[in-house]
């Protein structure tokens, strides 16, 4: 995903991790961001707990298939674990010793992983936790392919000419290769992202190493480099499509499309913020999410065409946190509730017509920050809730 934002998640309208050390919500890319090793226990927790919520149904208008899980926990989350729960989840894990919120990923396997304080963690399809993978220090933008491999941007922070690093690691955390980017700019950067294809292509795009435009640099899963490109506008390359096209933002412009060697097929205007990031589905179509304002959450999908298709506003969800999107088009996005504290974490689920088909709360205290959907309509989402410290959690709806 492509977060531009470091800030307090307690901020309203901010769900871009917990402050201080283990921050590795992307979009950002100070220093910090790992926690390197740690443990999550020594492995001692291996099953997840689990919650069966009130599932409520309430039909709109004219549509009585719409169904919204839309309240009952409005109550401080506790000053435990075991007093956390998401409403409508199928399974919830909480992270017993403190630490941040974290990204989740799907591999083929249909494990998630979730990385977060420099762990990646590996949960099966009912919620066990199974894998607990340490990811070296100072990882940033982590994420996998298919087979299960990470890929994180890695910047020197010492040395008379620090450079920044694209390192893939196997799922096991050995690292395979990596290869440099060029020189670190120093101090606090932003425009920094890396999109991972299923076969694990990347294509890592900067916007703070060509002045006001964008290097963006595209490996293949071997780690040879296919090319290296520079552009005058300011972008983030955020997703790569099953067909190699790749999903841009374009900031103070919009959303553009661009195909396998990086030549621009269309450019759309479309509202950014600094929380904004899109999605591709299985016929190409681009799926693109933004906070607007400090009140709301706007989804619109374009067609692999570039023809737009719909804008949807998600209601309730005051900050957006990811979107993801599977083959069939279905929709997950991740936010939380609430303008102010204390934040619910906050999952709503749409169909590929934009139309909210639910929304899942979990508790108050805790915020949304990433999101991943399966081909079978399953949503995996990994938040931080606080109970005076953090603590990842990481809950399913199926």
């Given at each position: 995903m492509a977060f531009m934002t470091g800030c307090d998640p307690k901020d309203p309208g901010v769900t871009g991790g917990t402050p201080g050390e283990g921050t590795t919500t992307g979009g950002t890319d100070s220093d910090g961001t790992t926690a390197g090793g740690g443990s999550d226990s020594e492995g001692t927790t291996s099953a997840a707990e689990t919650t069966e919520g009130p599932d409520e149904t309430t039909g709109g208008p004219g549509d009585a298939t719409t169904e919204t899980t839309s309240g009952g926990h409005d109550t401080d989350s506790g000053s435990t674990p075991e007093d956390f729960a998401c409403e409508g989840g199928a399974w919830l894990f909480v992270d017993p010793e403190t630490s941040g919120a974290g990204k989740v990923s799907l591999a083929a396997d249909g494990r998630a992983r979730v990385f977060s304080d420099g762990l990646s963690r590996e949960f099966d399809a009912a919620g066990t936790l199974v894998a607990t993978v340490p990811i070296s220090s100072g990882a940033a933008h982590w994420d996998i392919d298919a087979a299960g491999n990470g890929y994180a941007m890695f910047r020197d922070e010492d040395g008379v000419s620090p450079r920044k690093w694209l390192r893939k690691f196997d799922p096991a955390g050995?690292?395979?290769?990596?290869?440099?980017?060029?020189?670190?700019?120093?101090?606090?950067?932003?425009?920094?992202?890396?999109?991972?294809?299923?076969?694990?292509?990347?294509?890592?795009?900067?916007?703070?190493?060509?002045?006001?435009?964008?290097?963006?640099?595209?490996?293949?899963?071997?780690?040879?480099?296919?090319?290296?490109?520079?552009?005058?506008?300011?972008?983030?390359?955020?997703?790569?499509?099953?067909?190699?096209?790749?999903?841009?933002?374009?900031?103070?412009?919009?959303?553009?499309?661009?195909?396998?060697?990086?030549?621009?097929?269309?450019?759309?205007?479309?509202?950014?913020?600094?929380?904004?990031?899109?999605?591709?589905?299985?016929?190409?179509?681009?799926?693109?999410?933004?906070?607007?304002?400090?009140?709301?959450?706007?989804?619109?999908?374009?067609?692999?065409?570039?023809?737009?298709?719909?804008?949807?506003?998600?209601?309730?969800?005051?900050?957006?946190?990811?979107?993801?999107?599977?083959?069939?088009?279905?929709?997950?996005?991740?936010?939380?509730?609430?303008?102010?504290?204390?934040?619910?974490?906050?999952?709503?689920?749409?169909?590929?017509?934009?139309?909210?088909?639910?929304?899942?709360?979990?508790?108050?205290?805790?915020?949304?920050?990433?999101?991943?959907?399966?081909?079978?309509?399953?949503?995996?989402?990994?938040?931080?809730?606080?109970?005076?410290?953090?603590?990842?959690?990481?809950?399913?709806?199926?």
């Open positions: 050995v690292m395979l290769w990596e290869r440099d980017l060029g020189p670190r700019d120093q101090g606090y950067a932003w425009g920094y992202d890396i999109a991972i294809a299923a076969d694990g292509t990347t294509v890592y795009s900067d916007g703070a190493a060509v002045g006001d435009g964008t290097r963006m640099i595209k490996h293949a899963a071997d780690g040879t480099l296919l090319w290296d490109l520079e552009v005058v506008d300011q972008l983030e390359v955020v997703a790569i499509g099953a067909s190699g096209a790749m999903a841009a933002l374009v900031w103070n412009e919009g959303v553009r499309l661009l195909d396998p060697s990086g030549a621009e097929l269309w450019t759309r205007p479309w509202e950014l913020s600094v929380l904004s990031t899109a999605a591709i589905d299985g016929a190409g179509a681009v799926v693109v999410g933004a906070q607007i304002g400090s009140s709301g959450v706007r989804i619109g999908k374009f067609a692999a065409d570039g023809t737009p298709l719909w804008d949807s506003i998600v209601e309730d969800m005051w900050s957006f946190g990811d979107v993801a999107v599977n083959t069939s088009g279905e929709i997950a996005v991740g936010g939380h509730h609430n303008n102010d504290t204390p934040f619910r974490g906050m999952v709503a689920r749409l169909d590929p017509s934009g139309a909210t088909l639910a929304a899942h709360r979990c508790d108050s205290g805790s915020w949304e920050v990433d999101v991943a959907i399966d081909d079978a309509g399953t949503i995996f989402a990994s938040g931080a809730v606080d109970f005076e410290t953090y603590h990842m959690y990481v809950t399913a709806y199926e």
